[in-house]
Structures are given as C-alpha cells and as structure tokens.
C-alpha cells in the first residue's frame, strides 16, 4: 500500500512515498499531479519524518530506514556509493565513477544523481565537482549548500 508524508523542514516542505512501509521517493519540491502519492499517512510515515527531523537539526548523522529506489543497476550502484560517502565529507564525481568500476564516467554520475529518488537520505548534495565546486543538485544549489553547510557545522561543545 502506498502511502505519503508531508515533512516540514527548514528547506521547505518535503513530501516522503513509502510502499509498505519501505520509502521509495523523497521530494525535495512539491510534486507535480503525476507523482504517484498514494494516500496521505503521516502516521506511516512518523519515522520517516522523525529521522529527517532529527538529521536537519543536526541532531543525526545517518539514515537507518527501509530503502526500496528504483533505477537501473548502473543508477543503483552509484546510489550504493553515495551512502557510503561519510556525513560532512564530499566526493567528486569521477571519484564515485572510479568507486563503481566506471572511470571517466562523471557525467553518467551526475546523471545518476539527478534521478536519485531519495535525496538527503541517498546523499546525492556530497557530490561535487573535480574543483571542489557546487554543480547540479535536482534541489537546487541553495538547498545543495544548506545540507552541506549542516554537516559542516561544528556542534561539538569541547
């Protein structure tokens, strides 16, 4: 059974698709009349929320949630990657092409990162350019700076 949530978040408002219980999509905007939502259930969904509540404070540093996302074998094993990379660190493109046995394959990357149906808990914003430059985040480049300013700060009291 589908089902969706809509999260407040100091990006705006992001709307989480779960099937069963295991999320599937992440909107990072408000989605268009195709999207497939399935009924609104936010209390399905309280974990989701609560998770993606606890990780914009900066309260959480990884997602421990059901992932179900749907792509080709190609986008799946970048999206693999990208989980991998560690919270407040960043990779390049051609680093996460080299990581999944594509050398030269950046822009396949960056392909793969725009159709990631899970931003923010598939962390697609840690991928940079070669120079260290902010490109392509289907979220836009404020809200790719936001997430990588958060994991930046420095909350430690000692």
């Not at 404070?57 to 991998?84: I, K, T, Y």
């Not at 289907?138 to 936001?146: P, Q, V």
Request: hydrophobic share 45%; with cysteine; glycine share 14%.
């Amino acid at each position: 059974m589908r089902a969706h949530a809509v999260v407040p978040s100091p990006m705006g408002p992001l709307t989480v698709v779960a099937d069963d219980g295991v999320l599937v999509r992440l909107y990072l905007s408000p989605p268009g009349p195709e999207a497939d939502l399935g009924a609104r259930d936010d209390a399905a969904l309280a974990d989701v929320a609560g998770q993606l509540g606890e990780y914009l404070a900066g309260d959480r540093e990884a997602f421990d949630l059901p992932l179900r996302p749907v792509g080709s074998v190609f986008e799946r094993a970048v999206w693999r990657q990208l989980a991998r990379i560690p919270y407040g660190e960043t990779r390049s493109y051609g680093s996460v092409a080299a990581a999944v046995g594509e050398p030269g394959g950046a822009q396949a990357v960056g392909l793969a990162c725009g159709r990631n149906p899970l931003a923010v808990v598939v962390p697609c914003h840690r991928v940079v350019g070669a120079d260290g430059s902010l490109v392509g985040f289907g979220g836009g480049l404020a809200r790719k700076r936001f997430l990588l300013d958060l994991e930046q700060r420095d909350t430690r009291l000692f």
